[in-house]
């Protein structure tokens, strides 16, 4: 009776809302018969597979019985192993999509051409810059950084994996300004340069999300040293967000998927670019610090 009662439970979902077998399989694996267990556990190790396979083919994978297969079958609801078969193969098609979308984007297909591909990307791309323009337009908040930074004894910028594209490019560009400068990442070095921050330094992050535990780390350890901490992002109410003393949106939010993540990386580096001019514009117009750096 126990083994009955997950079956009933597929069986429910497989009749109003076929779409999630291959999620009702997964759930009533652990109670299942031996038999049906080894069955359910061949569809689900490869649905592409079973969405493919004869009755034998499955059959033989799951070391089962033809007959056992379609007693499981009709137990879920299914009029026959073909009407089985196929509810597998859509789910797994649907699951493959859905990962496809995840990782890129639903306005991207797998059939696209490169022109289609390359104008959907441009499109997110020119949608971010728009928005930093809106997000930026009253530069005051950015302004008060670039003071501070343009005189700040260093500047330590923070940034990892995509983040760190930007953040070494501000890193780099700091120095051709003038102004000292060191790039971290991960979970170790903040500590270490923080030893000899001071409040004539600032910290800076770039984070699409704000939530990375490397950067909570730097910011906790240039804080306390009293050192001014901000953060350019695209999640003003996240951990980093509600950590660092200033806040700068970049005006795109975070996405899903990667199409999403480097449209924001356009209005992060954007936001960056802006900021590294207006120091660069404060550096020129104090030219004894100028010639002495």
Same mark, same amino acid.
């Given at each position: 009776?126990?083994?009955?009662? %997950?079956? $009933? ?59 056992? *297969? ?44 490169? $022109?289609?591909?390359?104008? !959907? ?31 700040? /004894? ?11 594209? !930007?953040?070494?490019? #501000? ?7 003038? /102004? ?6 991960? $979970? ?15 910290? *800076? @992050?770039?984070?699409?999300?704000? @939530? ?23 999640? %003003? ?34 936001? @960056?670019?802006? #900021? ?18």
């Amino acid at each position: 009776m126990t083994n009955q009662r %997950p079956v $009933d439970d597929v069986r429910h979902s497989a009749s109003t809302e076929r779409e999630s077998l291959l999620s009702q399989l997964q759930i009533a694996l652990p109670s299942l018969s031996p038999a049906r267990n080894r069955i359910a556990a061949a569809v689900l190790s490869d649905p592409g597979a079973a969405g493919r396979s004869t009755i034998t083919t499955l059959a033989s994978r799951a070391d089962a019985d033809p007959a056992t *297969i379609t007693r499981f079958v009709s137990a879920l609801g299914y009029d026959g192993y073909q009407h089985f078969r196929s509810a597998v193969a859509r789910d797994a098609g649907r699951d493959e999509f859905a990962g496809w979308a995840r990782d890129l984007s639903s306005n991207i297909s797998p059939t696209d051409t490169a $022109d289609t591909v390359l104008n !959907v990307l441009a499109r997110h791309r020119v949608r971010a810059i728009r928005s930093t323009l809106e997000s930026l337009a009253d530069a005051a908040e950015i302004e008060r950084v670039a003071d501070r930074v343009a005189c700040a /004894v260093r500047v330590y910028v923070y940034g990892e994996w995509g983040d760190g594209i !930007v953040a070494r490019e #501000l890193h780099l560009r700091l120095i051709r300004a003038g /102004v000292s400068s060191w790039h971290l990442e991960g $979970d170790a070095s903040p500590g270490v340069f923080a030893a000899s921050a001071s409040v004539d330094d600032v910290a *800076i @992050a770039i984070s699409r999300t704000g @939530a990375e535990r490397g950067l909570r780390q730097f910011f906790d350890d240039m804080s306390s040293k009293d050192v001014p901490t901000v953060v350019l992002t695209g999640a %003003p109410e996240s951990p980093a967000g509600q950590a660092a003393d200033t806040v700068i949106f970049t005006g795109t939010g975070v996405g899903p998927n990667w199409t999403d993540y480097v449209a924001g990386r356009e209005s992060d580096s954007l936001a @960056a670019s802006l #900021l590294w001019v207006m120091v660069m514009q404060r550096r020129h117009n104090m030219p004894k610090l100028h010639e002495s750096s």
